[in-house]
């Protein structure tokens, strides 16, 4: 079945790092990747969102690349922020339009 | 805009209850998604609109479950009967066209005892 993975254990930084946080995909080929945040006790919002034919996109002190050859993206936030702490959901799209969520990463920035 | 709205916040029933989930989307959105969270499953989709018309209910985990969207500023889902496994958050979503970014609402929170 199609798959988004992301690694379940929490990542831990000092403010000021960066902090790299990655999605695999599997049994499908997503059109585009999307990346959300989600805060205890909201819904989850939307950050970037990066097509297959594009390498790397970038927003204010996010980056998210696409590797369709390792079925990977990752997304990098720098000069991390206690601010920052919060759950990252990927999420891609397949062929009929649903979009397939991973479990997501707990980041704690510490200050 | 005020958002996706979803009511209520919190639901708390007992088992065999019929629970009514009400989503209202942001205003000139015409998809709009409904997801359930929990921690082993994480987020997923149960069923989704387009222009009104469900297009994809296959994430709708039995007939206990049903959703509607009678017009496009207002969708239902709902549960009947309501069993303990059920207890979980609900999301709602919408966007202006299935390829663009999902605007979820504040969600409810559904334990049944």
């Known amino acids: 079945s199609q798959k988004i993975e992301q690694n379940s254990e929490a990542l831990n930084i000092q403010e000021g790092k960066t902090a790299t946080l990655t999605c695999n995909y599997t049994n499908y080929s997503p059109a585009y990747l999307q990346w959300y945040r989600q805060d205890p006790g909201r819904g989850p919002v939307f950050l970037l969102l990066i097509r297959e034919n594009e390498k790397e996109k970038r927003k204010e002190r996010l980056k998210v690349t696409f590797d369709t050859t390792l079925k990977q993206s990752l997304f990098h936030i720098t000069a991390s922020q206690p601010a920052d702490s919060a759950t990252y959901l990927c999420?891609?799209?397949?062929?009929?339009?649903?979009?397939?969520f991973g479990s997501g990463t707990r980041l704690l920035v510490r200050p | 805009d005020a958002g996706v709205i979803q009511s209520p916040r919190h639901e708390v029933t007992e088992m065999g209850q019929e629970v009514t989930l009400r989503c209202k989307p942001i205003?000139?959105?015409?998809?709009l998604f409904w997801y359930r969270q929990t921690m082993m499953r994480g987020l997923e989709l149960l069923i989704y609109f387009n222009n009104n018309v469900p297009i994809d209910d296959s994430g709708m985990p039995e007939d206990r479950f049903s959703a509607k969207m009678p017009n496009a500023s207002f969708s239902t889902l709902k549960i009947q009967p309501s069993e303990p496994r059920d207890s979980a958050v609900y999301f709602c979503a919408s966007n202006g066209g299935l390829q663009e970014t999902q605007y979820f609402g504040p969600g409810t929170r559904l334990l049944v005892l």
């Open positions: 999420a891609g799209m397949d062929s009929s339009y649903k979009l397939i």
């Open positions: 205003s000139g959105h015409n998809s």
